[in-house]
């Protein structure tokens, strides 16, 4: 075996519960997270005498996949030379978790191309290093996420549809998280109950970055109100933003209304169906 593919999903955040901002910079949270079919980019990882990349934009050691391969060669203790391809579909600084699932996905096709044999607690500890939303992804599926992000657990959400716009402006998360500690909002008690039925799903997702994430982009309150009038039964926005998700029932239900959506927001955005939560990579 000399050629490793995964696919790396998206994510949404079906209820992001934020904490006020603790000394370490970061704030706690508590969030169900589900990953995404419809869009994925696909991790390609190959033998090759030295470390390479390409991702088209984005091919700087800056790149969580480059990392992940550092993260690995540091545990193992060894060089693990490869050529790491990514191909894209997922919209960056859109709060979909795009390089996140990238790192993700590296960290499980260099261990499987190297034979390195490490389990998937030991992967998610190393994912932690690259990023608060890493370790969700080398599992996938539906998971609580706490702590920072890092922390997660195997969760079960009704199965929904969405579609995915993202507006001309990208939000980076840390500039979200300022906005957010101007006014945070008051403390209240976790609550991991999960609604049973796609019908009460609706009335329960929540975000607490939509607030300062509408301050600093105005134009999501458009997108929000295009995705209400299109029929869309819960607008959330995803993650960080600047990505909106408008959730329906069925995956029909928002292939229907999709053309609604495109007309009055493309070209300047991007609009995309999805469907979730999607099968974990690893039981
Ligand atoms: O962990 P990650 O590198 O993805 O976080 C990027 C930035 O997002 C952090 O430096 C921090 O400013 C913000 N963040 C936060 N609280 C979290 C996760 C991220 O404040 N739980």
Redesign the pocket.
Known sequence: MDRVVVTAPPKLNLCLD?GP?TPD?????TSLMVALDGIRDVVTVTGAPQRTLSCPGFDDPSNLAWRAVDVLERHAGRALPCHVAIDKQIPAQAGLGGG?SDGAATLVAVNALFRLGLDVPTLQDLAARL???VPFFVRGGCQWATG??ERVVPAEAPPFAAIIVVPPVGLA??RV?RAFDEHPPPARTPDLTVPATTETLMAWVRNDLWAPARSLAPELVDVESVLTSCGAGAVVLCG?GSGVAGLFATERDARRARPAVVERLEPAAWVSVVSGPSRPRVA
């Open positions: 934020v901002r910079g970061y704030h706690p949270i996140s990023g608060s939303d920072r992000g998360t840390p998280y960080s």
